[in-house]
């Protein structure tokens, strides 16, 4: 859109889907965690914000939307417009509850600022009246953007279907394997929320004592923790997964800035059950 709007030619809008295509292709490679690596004081972990792919893409927005609005004449005919005047104030003032709320890039507030500024770029090429023709290019641009944005919201929505799933086939096995005792869940997120609409109840960990016979369904257990679980009573007797294995998932450091997906075996995600031999609470050294 912001080539359209400055009546750009073909070659500006061929460089603009290189830059599309690249970040994409970057971010998909982990390019902020890659950077972690080899530039000096920093790890994958501890990069400066602007490095952050969505960092990258805001100072990009930033820049253009820079360019669009301090265009000369052509400032002049957006700032007489007062729909433009009411976009351009929404788009600041998103931009400034975003660090309100947090001075981290993270993509998953970045919504309603690109809402915005994608309707003060449209008004603009309306004010601007016909551009000059530019041919295919800019259909390429649209459907590249499109592939990349369903893709993403394809694979989150698999993520999604993924975790419900897996509830449900928990929550069924817990009820044919309880044996007279109580079912309880300690899991964290979407996987909390569909535990808590299935009926079984969310353990306090300061308070609730599984008794012999109860199920306790949770969704970190590595080896230290599953030793434990172990030593204080809870042996584990079934890890479940279940839905649609893609073999690549969102990542949750996505949502963060970071890499948008993971690569392995088995994306869906994985509970596991377990079952109180004797009296006991959770330990306090568990984790988690």
């Given at each position: 859109m912001y080539p359209i709007a400055r009546g750009k030619g073909r070659r500006f809008i061929a460089a603009n889907i290189i830059f599309v295509v690249a970040a994409f292709a970057l971010s998909a490679a982990g390019f902020d965690r890659i950077l972690g690596y080899v530039i000096p004081g920093t790890t994958p972990d501890r990069m400066p914000m602007v490095l952050s792919a969505s960092?990258?893409?805001?100072l990009a927005a930033l820049i253009?939307?820079?360019?669009?609005?301090?265009?000369?004449?052509?400032?002049?005919?957006?700032?007489?417009?007062?729909?433009?005047?009411?976009?351009?104030?929404?788009?600041i003032l998103e931009v400034l509850v975003y660090f309100?709320?947090?001075?981290?890039?993270?993509?998953?507030?970045?919504?309603?600022?690109?809402?915005?500024?994608?309707?003060?770029?449209?008004?603009?090429?309306?004010?601007?009246?016909?551009?000059?023709?530019?041919?295919?290019?800019?259909h390429v641009q649209v459907v590249i953007n499109a592939i990349c944005g369903l893709t993403m919201l394809a694979i989150a929505l698999v993520d999604g279907w993924n975790v419900e799933a897996t509830v449900r086939s928990a929550a069924a096995f817990m009820r044919t394997n309880a044996q007279g005792g109580e079912a309880w869940h300690m899991t964290s997120l979407g996987l909390a929320h569909y535990f808590d609409a299935t009926g079984i109840a969310r353990i306090d960990r300061d308070v609730t004592k599984l008794q012999p016979g109860d199920l306790l369904v949770v969704d970190f257990l590595d080896a230290e923790r599953a030793e434990v679980l172990q030593a204080s009573g809870?042996?584990?007797i079934a890890t479940i997964r279940?839905?649609?294995?893609?073999?690549?998932?969102?990542?949750t450091l996505f949502y963060r800035a970071a890499n948008p997906w993971f690569a392995a075996s088995d994306t869906r995600p994985a509970v596991v059950v377990l079952r109180a031999n004797k009296p006991t609470g959770i330990p306090a050294d568990f984790g988690g």
């Open positions: 960092g990258l893409l805001g253009y939307g820079g360019c669009l609005i301090g265009g000369g004449s052509y400032r002049q005919i957006l700032f007489n417009d007062r729909r433009v005047c009411f976009l351009l104030a929404w788009a309100v709320m947090s001075p981290f890039p993270t993509a998953r507030r970045m919504g309603e600022i690109i809402a915005a500024t994608l309707l003060l770029v449209g008004r603009a090429v309306i004010l601007r009246g016909p551009c000059a023709p530019i041919g295919r290019l800019v809870l042996q584990p279940a839905g649609i294995n893609l073999g690549v998932s969102v990542s």
